[in-house]
């Protein structure tokens, strides 16, 4: 059973700070991964999808990266904004099944 | 942003009363997704549709139900709501699952069971 975690639950970073968020899964037979970010009473706001065959995926000042062999996917910010304050979701599409499943996130605060 | 409406956006119902959820698309995805956001569970799959009367079970369905009869929309069904149900409830639609397509979200409806 494919399960996905996220570390840390939350963090605290100055502006103008680059930071990584972290997602791990235990199924390596995956289809995509996809990075969301949700802000409160919002719904989940598509960032980057990665598909299996790639390493990494960028737009903007976000960069993500798959490494499927280890079951890691990181979403790396570039000079951070307070406006960059939401919650971050990493989804995985298991191979030969419709669902995604999803993290339970990292509260991202970005501080003025 | 994908055109995506959940309605209503907020609901207050009593235990034992029926409810039902609507998801409306206008981009003619093929899938669609229910799932419900709960503190320290994240987001869970309820159900699943891959086409018109087209639906499966995903990791919590018990208590829900679902209907598809067109294209752009996706009804979730709560028979006989109870408290457990209290949760905020999303809808997504992908145009392809694992073909690289991305899923989209609407805004959620907040639903408490009192």
């Known amino acids: 059973k494919q399960e996905v975690t996220q570390i840390p639950a939350a963090l605290s970073v100055p502006e103008g700070e680059n930071l990584v968020l972290n997602c791990s899964f235990t199924d390596s037979a995956i289809y995509n991964l996809q990075w969301f970010r949700q802000d409160p009473g919002k719904g989940l706001t598509s960032l980057l999808l990665?598909?299996?065959?790639?390493r990494e995926q960028t737009s903007g000042r976000l960069n993500a990266s798959l490494d499927k062999s280890s079951g890691r996917s990181t979403l790396y910010i570039a000079a951070s904004q307070p406006g960059d304050s939401a919650t971050y979701l990493c989804a995985v599409n298991t191979s030969g099944t419709y669902k995604y499943i999803f993290g339970t996130g990292t509260r991202l605060k970005v501080l003025a | 942003d994908a055109g995506i409406t959940q309605s209503p956006r907020h609901k207050v119902t009593e235990t034992g009363t029926p409810v039902t959820l609507r998801c409306h698309q206008t981009e003619n995805h093929r899938y669609m997704y229910w799932y419900r956001q709960d503190p320290g569970h994240g987001l869970r799959l309820i159900h699943y549709?891959?086409?018109?009367?087209?639906?499966d079970k995903g990791e919590v369905s018990d208590g829900y139900s679902v209907s598809r009869s067109k294209t752009e929309d996706f009804l979730l069904t709560l028979e006989s709501a109870t408290s457990s149900q209290t949760s905020v409830y999303f809808c997504a639609i992908s145009e392809a699952t694992g073909r690289g397509q991305p899923q989209h979200f609407g805004d959620g409806t907040r639903l408490s069971i009192l």
């Open positions: 549709s891959y086409g018109v009367k087209d639906t």
């Open positions: 990665i598909q299996s065959s790639q």
